[in-house]
């Protein structure tokens, strides 16, 4: 299939034919690929990350001193508490 991009600059253009070059692929392949691992990335989330990754502070805070304070917060920024 033959297809025309419109509006690619010709610095970006040669960036890409070196890159597919570098990874031994032909364009159509290489576009292919990075297409595909664009959209791998964009199904990720960062809430994916946050909810279920590696807790980082876990055991440091008692739940008594994370009550404080978030009570703390809320009450500064006029929340709801």
């Known amino acids: 299939m ?7 600059e010709d610095e970006s253009w040669r960036s890409f034919k070196s890159e597919s070059i570098k ?5 159509g392949d290489f576009f292919s690929k990075l297409i595909f691992e664009h959209q791998e990335r964009c199904n990720e989330s960062n809430w994916d990350k946050t909810l279920h990754g590696k807790k980082n502070f876990k055991g440091v805070l008692s739940r008594e001193d ?3 304070i978030r009570a703390e917060f809320r009450e500064n920024f006029k929340m709801r508490t």
């Open 2 to 8: 033959d297809v025309c991009i419109k509006n690619i």
């Open 23 to 27: 990874h031994g692929l032909k364009l």
């Open 66 to 68: 994370m009550t404080k």
